[in-house]
Nanobody, 120 residues
């Protein structure tokens, strides 16, 4: 059974940093390696939105609101995805979800989310 488990969320003051981690278990290495990895954020009363994505070739993309502040990375050998969040703002407050999808293997997995709260 595949599981994605996020960690690293918490409460910080504006300007602070957090590093989110997503660990994949029960997933074979080739599926992890062939997956697009992404972080989404869902603020209270709002739809879930794409924050950052890293593709199989290592290219990355970010929502305009986090460009220059957040960095997505991966460690395929450890089956982990990270989101380094710097210069956090109150509007970054949300539940952050890790997601992996593979067209090759026709898979799509989501984690349970981790809360990030930024106070002013």
């Amino acid at each position: 059974q595949v599981q994605l488990v996020e960690s690293g969320g918490g409460s910080v003051q504006a300007g602070g940093s957090l590093r989110l981690s997503c660990a994949a278990s029960g997933m074979i290495l080739s599926v992890f390696g062939s997956s697009t990895k992404a972080w989404y954020a869902q603020a209270p009363g709002k739809q879930r939105e794409l924050v950052a994505q890293i593709n199989v070739d290592g290219s990355t993309s970010y929502a305009d609101s986090v460009k220059g502040r957040f960095t997505i990375s991966r460690d395929n050998s450890r089956k982990r995805v990270y989101l380094q969040m710097n210069e956090l703002k109150p509007e970054d407050t949300a539940v952050y979800f890790c997601a992996l999808s593979s067209e090759s293997y026709r898979t799509n997995y989501w984690g349970q989310g981790t809360q990030v709260t930024v106070s002013s």
